[in-house]
T-cell receptor, first 114, second 114 residues
Framework: GENVEQHPSTLSVQEGDSAVIKCTYS??????FPWYKQELGKRPQLIID?????GEKKDQRIAVTLNKTAKHFSLHITETQPEDSAVYFC?????????????FGKGTLLTVNP | GAVVSQHPSWVICKSGTSVKIECRSL??????MFWYRQFPKQSLMLMAT?????????EQGVEKDKFLINHASLTLSTLTVTSAHPEDSSFYIC??????????FGSGTRLTVV
């Protein structure tokens, strides 16, 4: 089955700096890679996703890059703000059928210091 | 957008009793429901996948007789934790999707077994 590795497990940055979180996946059939933000006791919220036919996607301060050959994908947050502090999870799946499950990374606790 | 309602949001029960958690898709037909368990400071671990009208598929290590899943309609799935024990205390989250849509998460249920 799919295995998703996520690094780092914790990340502390100063407000205004950039944050980068990296993930690798093992199943070359995976073609859908979402990123979730989870605040304590809350549901995961989708913040951005990318499909394997695209190498990069950007949404305001958030961007995701995908290297299919290396099976790497990364989350980039620019101009970080204290409200960006949360746990971030990467995930991988095969799209195209409702049964395909998401496999999550172990998460990154991001702390943005004012 | 797609909404999944999960109830209860928190529950405290005595050891040995059973607890039922409900997830409803409010504005789409949930072809597939996924049930996750999340321990403090850990990632989401998939427990089982269920399709409407079919038996759930459980992940390795998850006791199907202890965690009963029913997906009787395209809008409702339930997870019953039978004979709950303190080690079952956790955050349980459902996720639903239709054939091609995104994974939509419920708000989670905090279960405490005393």
């Amino acid at each position: 089955g799919e295995n998703v590795e996520q690094h780092p497990s914790t990340l502390s940055v100063q407000e205004g700096d950039s944050a980068v979180i990296k993930c690798t996946y093992s199943d070359s059939a995976s073609n859908y890679f979402p990123w979730y933000k989870q605040e304590l006791g809350k549901r995961p919220q989708l913040i951005i996703d990318i499909r394997s036919n695209v190498g990069e996607k950007k949404d305001q301060r958030i961007a995701v890059t995908l290297n299919k050959t290396a099976k790497h994908f990364s989350l980039h947050i620019t101009e970080t703000q204290p409200e960006d502090s949360a746990v971030y999870f990467c995930a991988a799946s095969i799209s195209g059928g409702s049964n395909y499950k998401l496999t999550f990374g172990k998460g990154t606790l991001l702390t943005v210091n004012p | 957008g797609a909404v999944v309602s999960q109830h209860p949001s928190w529950v405290i029960c005595k050891s040995g009793t059973s607890v039922k958690i409900e997830c409803r898709s409010l504005d789409f037909q949930a072809t597939t429901m996924f049930w996750y368990r999340q321990f403090p400071k850990q990632s989401l671990m998939l427990m089982a996948t269920s399709n409407e009208g079919s038996k759930a598929t459980y992940e390795q290590g998850v006791e199907k007789d202890k965690f009963l899943i029913n997906h009787a309609s395209l809008t409702l799935s339930t997870l019953t934790v039978t004979s709950a024990h303190p080690e079952d205390s956790s955050f349980y989250i459902c996720s639903a999707r239709d054939l091609y849509g995104p994974y939509t998460f419920g708000s989670g249920t905090r279960l405490t077994v005393v």
